[in-house]
């Protein structure tokens, strides 16, 4: 099978409807290809957490109108730009996203977190139900001296450990999960009903977000992760370098005033000391990667702005946006310049006002690239 044969069957692969021959077909092309691995399991976190939501929920009158203004985002996306819902397909990358998984990820979150805000003020969970409980999905992890051989509490201040053969997950049902990795080393820092923050010292955790944006962090020694729903993927190497990988809604990443938002389908490279590096397209190629790795943390020269801008194609209005303000005044205007290529300037916004790194300018044009971005903010 090839992507675009897996793509058409991952739905009914998820929810365990093809022949067996069929399924086992679609499993191995997912181990070998990251791409349909990913989708696939969106797929299945979502239909896992619409799964787990109480039955008894009535839903709110602006249950369907907020899905609906998500769904109705592509009409209005401009041509081109790959988007939450528009089209994702980047020549010569060989893998066609899914459209209309993105579309139904965008429906089903909404309804999950609309959900569950109402099921959180009608139960009173997320006002006194802080706790986060780990339980062990591979080999031995272990909280503090203890092994984790049943689910276990994590107090603040302890260190949650896995070995190169185990893996954990942390839960708390007013917040969401966190899945540690093998090799990696968490402690919970703060847990009640203004902030949940947790420490990733070294490793790889995937965290699944459903309470409100802004109340699950992640301190790295790159900076911090904000939450602002709900899916992503977060790894430290033994240096505190590492990469923030989002795959449902949107990540702020912020050290010392130095902050980016990471979008779905983006990554971030992160370094120590230093903080985030320029968001781009997961799949973008080496030449665009090399070209911001060198603006971002080896001097911002106006040589490698110039093998960015060379190298950026209509799927990188992401990384063009962060970089009008990181540029140097004398280079912005070829950053603007090119980002009004793939994405017209809004009604009342003026091309001077965003040279002038005007806050309410930028932040109505990221608004036009991104119009679900209000949804979850």
């Avoid at 990696?184 to 203004?194: I, K, M, P, T």
């Avoid at 120590?272 to 090399?290: F, I, Q, Y």
């Avoid at 106006?302 to 970089?323: E, F, Y």
Wanted: glycine content about 8%; hydrophobic content about 40%.
């Amino acid at each position: 099978m090839n992507c675009n044969d897996v793509k058409n069957r991952l739905n009914p692969f998820i929810d365990g409807e093809l022949a067996p021959a069929e399924a086992e077909a679609v499993r191995a092309h997912t181990l070998e290809c990251a791409a349909c691995a990913a989708e696939a399991a969106a797929l299945r976190t979502l239909r896992e957490t619409a799964i787990a939501l109480p039955r008894d929920i009535d839903p709110g009158e602006d249950l369907w109108p907020a899905i609906e203004r998500v769904i109705a985002n592509d009409a209005s996306r401009p041509r081109g730009w790959r988007g939450w819902i528009g089209d994702r397909t980047r020549a010569g990358a060989g893998h066609h996203r899914v459209v209309w998984r993105a579309a139904l990820a965008a429906a089903v979150v909404t309804a999950v977190a609309l959900g569950v805000r109402e099921w959180r003020a009608r139960t009173g969970i997320g006002e006194s139900s802080s706790a986060w409980e780990v339980t062990s999905l591979e080999g031995a992890p272990r909280v503090g001296t203890r092994d984790v051989t049943s689910p276990t509490p994590l107090a603040r201040g302890e260190w949650l450990r896995t070995d190169a053969d185990s893996r954990a997950r942390l839960s708390v049902p007013s917040v969401g999960r966190v899945d540690v990795g093998p090799a990696s080393a968490v402690r919970l820092l703060d847990a009640d009903a203004h902030q949940h923050r947790i420490e990733l010292a070294e490793g790889t955790l995937s965290a699944f977000i459903w309470a409100p944006p802004r109340l699950f962090f992640v301190e790295t020694p790159s900076g911090v992760a904000e939450d602002l729903g709900c899916q992503y993927d977060l790894v430290v190497d033994r240096k505190g370098n590492g990469t923030l990988d989002v795959t449902l809604g949107f990540v702020s990443f912020e050290r010392d005033g130095r902050e980016v938002i990471v979008p779905d389908g983006a990554r971030c490279e992160l370094r120590a000391g230093v903080g985030p590096g320029t968001p781009h397209e997961s799949s973008a190629p080496p030449g665009l990667r090399d070209a911001l790795a060198r603006f971002d943390f080896e001097g911002a020269h106006t040589a490698d702005l110039s093998r960015v801008l060379d190298a950026v194609t209509p799927n990188d209005a992401v990384t063009l946006w962060h970089l009008i303000p990181r540029a140097e005044e004398g280079d912005r205007s070829r950053v603007v310049d090119r980002l009004a290529t793939l994405v017209d300037l809004p009604d009342g916004v003026t091309r001077e006002a965003v040279l002038a790194l005007d806050k309410r300018a930028l932040q109505a044009w990221w608004t036009r690239i991104y119009p679900e971005w209000n949804l979850w903010n």
